[in-house]
């Protein structure tokens, strides 16, 4: 069963930066879509930024563009979300996916195998 391990969560104050990382625990997702998702405590998991399966092409939420960047190196099975000016708007668990489809998709049901999660808390 193929696996993601993301790392890279912590606490720190708005406007700093964090890099979250993802693993795969096989080459079988380089010819995947990977994505980067949260949820916060009561609220739905939602879309945070995608990248395609040659990372041709990324996509945000509106929420992050700007100041999140998504990136992927198909040679170790990595895929990274560099966080700046972080908001405590952005505190939630982020999650690491991946989507059989390689242009990528935006919408959470898309996406076909799920990290664990790793917790992010933004302080004001």
């Known amino acids: 069963q193929p696996q993601l391990y993301e790392s890279g969560g912590g606490s720190v104050q708005a406007g700093d930066s964090l890099r979250l990382h993802c693993g795969a625990s096989t080459p079988v997702f380089r010819s995947y879509a990977m994505g980067w998702l949260r949820q916060a405590p009561g609220k739905e998991r939602e879309f945070v930024a995608t990248?395609?399966?040659?990372?041709?092409?990324?996509y945000y939420a509106d929420s992050v563009k700007g100041r999140f960047t998504i990136s992927r190196d198909n040679a170790k099975n990595t895929v990274d979300l560099q966080m700046d000016s972080l908001k405590p708007e952005d505190s939630a668990v982020y999650y690491c996916a991946a989507d059989r489809d390689p242009t990528g998709n935006t919408d959470p049901d898309d996406f076909d195998w799920w990290g664990r999660g790793t917790q992010v808390s933004v302080s004001a």
């Open positions: 990248i395609d399966w040659n990372g041709g092409n990324t």
